[in-house]
């Protein structure tokens, strides 16, 4: 090898060198901005991670973090002081034994939501009626919820649990419940007093109804027994008196005028006084009325109510109009009789109108009068309460035994009562 080529060699040789070291160089300074940049990466972390820390630190709610393996993590001071357990000991223990829970109502372990996130990947809330057993035996009801904690892949890295204390909250919504539950109880105890109280209410109902219909009946039966006692006691002494007063008016000749005037006075007062007696007596109770029927009983009352009141009163029936059931003859008649006699009483009318007619089983009777008419307010007190005179109440009873309904009508001058029967015709007895 000659000098040239020597030199040539080492030239080659101190450039190759030059390149290592270059490249060495180049490595180095890569490597430092690497550490560097690693350093700082991890500083960043570092920090974020003590930022996150600081956070969870300083939130008011508890908060538990486990890894996959249900192991705890991490654990903040509101956990600390609601588990009883220190961080330090806490960390690396199964979540279980930490965080014990149970059902507040069946006192059985609850369970455990972070099993269920790692299971499902899902955000599970706690059940109901929760509560924490602290590790001095201390309970705490609790709400709320578990997550999963993602890497950035998606995968799951471990649970975090957020929960707080509700024991005012569930306090508070007991003594809601315990109210409500008195308020309906309560409300029921009332409910069953009105019950009983309107059941009494319908049974004193009932027997004043029963009592009524009972007075009536025996009014009816009293005016009959009067009637006939008027008849047939009064009646036929005054007829026999009359007998001899006519034996003594055959012999008036013997007496002087002053004798025979009295005696054909006194003939007079007892046929006056028979007729009275009869009147009475059929108007405390018609004897048509069973015998003839409600329509001459009606035709009779109403002469002698015109004779009598010097009211003109119209009838107007049907032709074929036949019998009634007793009863409801009765009630009819008594209800016409009383209408006439309000009319005479209160209505100051010259005239009055009974009109009857009869349709589809169904009876109206209605009595007219052109009167000094009723007060709106009046009618509606008579038709619908106990207020009034017997003369209504009457007729609303009559009518309430028979299922048959009363009104009143009256605007300005004059007054209709209507009442309305459901009958069926009786069947004519001979
Ligand atoms: N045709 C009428 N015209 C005007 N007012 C009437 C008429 N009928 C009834 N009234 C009024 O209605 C009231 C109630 O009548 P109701 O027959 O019930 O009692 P009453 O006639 O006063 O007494 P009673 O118990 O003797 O019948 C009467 O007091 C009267 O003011
Ligand atoms: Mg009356």
Redesign the pocket.
Known sequence: MDENEEKLLRLVALQNAQAVLLARDRAEHELIATNEALERKTAELAEQRESFRVTLASIGDAVITTDTQAKITFLNPVAEAMTGWKSDEAIGQPLEKVFNIINEQTRQPAPNPVSRVLREGVVVGLANHTALIGRDGKETAIDDSAAPIRAETGKISGVVMVFHDVTEQRKAENALRQSNQLLSEVRDELEKRVQERTTELETANESLRDLSARLLHLQDEERRRLARELHDSVGQILAAIGMNIAVVQSQSHKLDSFGARAVSENAQLVDQVSREIRTISHLLHPPLLEVAGLVSALRWYVDGFSERSKIKVDLEVPADFGRLPNDAELAIFRIVQ??L???H???GSATAAILIRQEDGQLTVQVR?S????PSK?QRE?IESNR??????GMRERLRQLGGALEIQSEGEG?V?SVTLNVQSAPTDG
């Open positions: 009383e209408c006699t309000n009319v009483r209160h209505s009068d009167g000094k008419g009723l009046k008579l009034g005179g017997v003369g209504f109440g007054t009562v």
